[in-house]
């Protein structure tokens, strides 16, 4: 019986028995084929299409003349018309690889040309449903446009690139991106600027001739009055430190009652200095447009009465108000 064999060229050959399990030429195109020790063992033609994305599909002949939809990108492929094996995804058919003259000579000594019969074609058509169901798992079915195979974002008939992802449908790779951070807003002294961050910061240095009159005047009495507060510090070191002095050399005294006493003294110091801090911190505050900063420069006003009514009046002028609303 003869054994049906199905050539990549489109050819079907039907080969005598006596030549299984010996590799033949194909009278057509001359490729080397290797012919089952079974007829059983011959495997079923189909269809060959290969999508732009790179999926290969093999596909009933039935389906010859119709359009599927590949399974990874859904693009919608146009199965070529029966008889074409090989086909991409624009239709056109593949030629079969050529074999090295040397081996093909080889070969022809096996068999000769008169003894294989053309086949009918029809030898491999028995497929069963398993191709079907297996088409309509995976809903093979036409869509309106084809379909990144990376993101599945639907894209249009002549797209190159996923703009969603970067994949580019020609070369089969995505783009490599860049991920930039946007600098984060100072809310005490607005967006960072390029000098800043060349400076490793991100806050910029405010220029006080672009304040506002009232800002400016408030964040200036801010400082006059850290300032004064300093100048009350160091006379009170002044003042302090002999008699701190003269405790810790007494000799009667214990070393507990030394060190407390010492300790009181560097306590009154350091709050003392946290106050000057404040005020110069709240005039950088002020200076950035930070509303905490007003809030807190009319807290200190009301705490420095009398003399705190400046900054009560420069906080509370419009010029602020405006400056200060984030």
Do not use: H, W
């Not at 000579?105 to 009918?120: H, R, V």
């Not at 990376?150 to 690139?161: G, I, K, N, S």
């Not at 060349?198 to 001739?209: A, E």
Request: net charge positive; hydrophobic share 40%.
């Amino acid at each position: 019986m003869p054994i049906q064999v199905k050539c990549s060229c489109g050819k079907s050959l039907a080969v005598p028995d006596k030549y299984a399990g010996k590799r033949i030429k194909c009278p057509g195109c001359e490729s080397a084929l290797t012919v089952p020790a079974q007829a059983a063992a011959a495997k079923p033609a189909t269809i060959s299409v290969k999508c732009k994305c790179g999926k290969t599909l093999g596909v009933k002949p039935d389906l010859a003349g119709k359009k599927v939809k590949c399974p990874t990108c859904q693009a919608v492929l146009a199965i070529p018309a029966a008889g074409a094996v090989r086909a991409t995804a624009s239709g056109s058919q593949a030629k079969p690889a050529p074999k090295a003259k040397a081996e093909l000579d080889d070969l022809s000594g096996d068999m000769g040309l008169d003894d294989i019969e053309p086949g009918s074609g029809n030898a491999f058509d028995d497929l069963g449903g398993g191709l079907d169901s297996l088409l309509d798992e995976v809903n093979f079915k036409a869509s309106e446009g084809p379909r990144c195979p990376e993101c599945r974002t639907e894209l249009t008939e002549d797209a190159v690139l996923c703009v969603k992802c970067g994949y580019n449908l020609q070369t089969g790779k995505k783009l490599k991106t860049v991920k930039v951070e946007k600098a984060k807003k100072s809310k005490l002294l607005g967006p960072p600027t390029a000098a800043a961050k060349s400076q490793g910061t991100d806050r910029p240095k405010i220029d006080p001739s672009t304040l506002p009159s009232a800002v400016k005047n408030l964040c200036l009495t801010l400082k006059i009055f850290g300032g004064l507060v300093i100048a009350n510090l160091l006379a009170v070191i002044a003042m302090t430190l002999p008699m701190l002095l003269a405790v810790m050399s007494n000799p009667q005294g214990g070393m507990a009652e030394k060190y407390g006493f010492a300790a009181g003294f560097f306590v009154v110091y350091g709050l003392i200095g946290g106050f000057a801090y404040l005020y110069f911190k709240v005039a950088n505050m002020v200076a950035g447009g930070d509303s905490s900063g007003r809030l807190l420069a009319i807290i200190f006003g009301v705490i420095s009465l009398p003399l705190g009514a400046i900054l009560l009046f420069f906080a509370f002028s419009k010029e602020t108000k405006e400056y200060c609303k984030a």
